[in-house]
């Protein structure tokens, strides 16, 4: 069976929407995005579909746009492998919590 991920973008919530109302753990995802996003010289966008593409769950992210900068910005994604370590601060992250 394969995982979908409908809303894999979350609206823009961690590539650019104001997060200044929204809980800290998702103001510091959003940062994050972006801190890794200038370190691998590519789009938010194509950090949050490469995290999804590395979930050991196989999870095929839906995009839900029809905006061709932004379709193209996913597909940075897709040829994009983080580290474990940045892949993991952005599990831990937008959990909110610490894990042990």
């Not at 973008?9 to 994050?32: E, I, Y």
């Not at 995005?33 to 949050?48: C, D, F, G, M, R």
């Not at 995009?63 to 940045?86: F, M, Q, Y």
Request: proline share 4%; hydrophobic share 40%; glycine share 8%.
């Amino acid at each position: 069976m394969q995982l979908q991920a409908w809303g894999s973008l979350c609206g823009g919530l961690f590539t650019g929407v104001d997060t200044a109302n929204k809980p800290a753990h998702v103001q510091q995802t959003a940062a994050l995005v972006t801190t890794l996003s200038q370190h691998y010289n590519v789009s938010k966008e194509a950090i949050v579909i490469a995290w999804l593409a590395m979930h050991p769950a196989n999870i095929q992210p839906i995009i839900g746009t029809t905006d061709v900068a932004r379709i193209k910005n996913c597909g940075e994604g897709a040829k994009l492998t983080l580290s474990r370590e940045h892949w993991y601060a952005l599990y831990v992250s937008s959990r909110g919590q610490a894990l042990p």
